[in-house]
């Protein structure tokens, strides 16, 4: 029985709930750029509005030929969905088979995804305290009990560990080994574009990886997301994809996020060096130790005796909103993640957290 499918980011029926509008509210729970979107993608999308007088284009072409160019892979490499959501539940539908095996933590709509589509559903659990870290000859042991799917995210949400190219490439032979279908979620690799396996995954096959343009670029509202594998794959999830299921703006948004490479290194620089300092300021506080992570978020332990349930109750009441990572499958209540947001943000939330952790250890 897997857990409750919640999430981050749900600020506007929060807001409704506790009757306030959502501007009042510091939304911690979802991991977006703090930077906001690029400069020139309000625009872009303002002056290409005549064209929602025409259905979109199916092929999403123009945005395809961008990704062709950042990632260096054929257009026929690659293709656009309606945030990299829609991809994990085709998924499951389109390929053969009934076993599928989640590296947990993990995201929750890998596990609804497999459930809708009639698949069983196993977990390889990984432990706190050893740092989340993934045990190649552990994998193997379980690839070998027979599984068709193996969904994987890299950088881990919400651990934020990020394995090494040289890893994935291993884990890679593994499942083909074991003939798994890798389903590789690189959904936070853009702030490490270094380790990507789309090279990898559009040459040789055997899986694919799964990219959305929601948490760097800042357009969740949007809903865009792509995938990138070897041509037969990407043919066959083409070819099953419902019609028309990204919109023209968000085509549009995606293309002039792309093109913007001082706004892409400007975002890498600022997240890593906010999220260093961050985290040096959640382990001075008491009773918490944050893990490393490569994306821009922190999982944060809570070793005082005050859950992540109640923090977050309490933090609620001085309109700062965390996500409660009590939820995810290999964790409890002691977890909470926060998002990296802007230096002033995070001394926001670092002083109410102190003001809360100290209430709470009277």
Not at 204 to 211: E, P
Not at 268 to 286: D, Q
Request: net charge negative; hydrophobic share 40%; aromatic share 8%.
């Amino acid at each position: 029985m897997t857990k409750s499918f919640d999430h981050g980011g749900t600020v506007f029926a929060l807001a409704r709930s506790l009757g306030i509008s959502s501007e009042q509210l510091l939304d911690f729970s979802a991991s977006i750029n703090p930077l906001g979107p690029a400069p020139g993608v309000r625009d872009a999308v303002c002056a290409s509005f005549q064209r929602v007088l025409h259905y979109p284009d199916r092929e999403s072409f123009e945005l395809r030929q961008a990704l062709s160019g950042v990632h260096r892979v054929g257009i026929d490499n690659s293709m656009v969905a309606n945030g990299s959501t829609e991809l994990i539940y085709l998924l499951p539908r389109l390929l053969s088979g009934t076993k599928g095996l989640i590296i947990a933590p993990a995201f929750s709509e890998y596990a609804r995804a497999l459930e809708r589509a009639g698949w069983q559903t196993e977990y390889m659990s990984l432990l706190p305290a050893e740092g989340f870290a993934l045990s190649l000859e552990m994998l193997a042991e379980r690839l070998a009990e027979g599984f068709d799917l193996l969904f994987l995210c890299n950088p881990a949400n919400p651990t934020g560990a990020l394995l090494p190219l040289t890893m994935t490439q291993e884990i890679l032979r593994l499942c083909r080994r074991s003939g798994t279908f890798l389903v590789l979620d690189e959904a936070f690799m853009d702030f490490c574009e270094g380790e990507s396996a789309t090279g990898l995954l559009a040459e040789s096959g055997g899986g694919i990886v799964l990219r959305s343009m929601t948490k760097f670029f800042a357009i969740p509202g949007l809903r865009l997301g792509y995938a990138i594998g070897h041509e037969d794959v990407i043919r066959s999830c083409t070819e099953n994809q419902e019609p028309w299921s990204v919109n023209t703006p968000a085509q549009i948004a995606g293309v002039s996020s792309l093109a913007d490479t001082d706004y892409r290194e400007c975002t890498v620089r600022y997240v890593s060096t906010e999220r260093e300092a961050f985290a040096r300021g959640l382990a001075e506080l008491p009773g918490l130790e944050p893990f490393p992570s490569a994306a821009n978020f922190l999982l944060v332990e809570i070793r005082n005796g005050i859950s992540a349930v109640e923090l977050r109750s309490r933090l609620l009441e001085k309109r700062i909103l965390i996500r409660d990572c009590s939820n995810f499958k290999g964790l409890d209540g002691r977890f909470f993640r926060v998002a990296v947001r802007t230096g002033e943000e995070n001394h926001r939330l670092l002083v109410a957290l102190g003001e809360v952790l100290g209430e709470s250890s009277r």
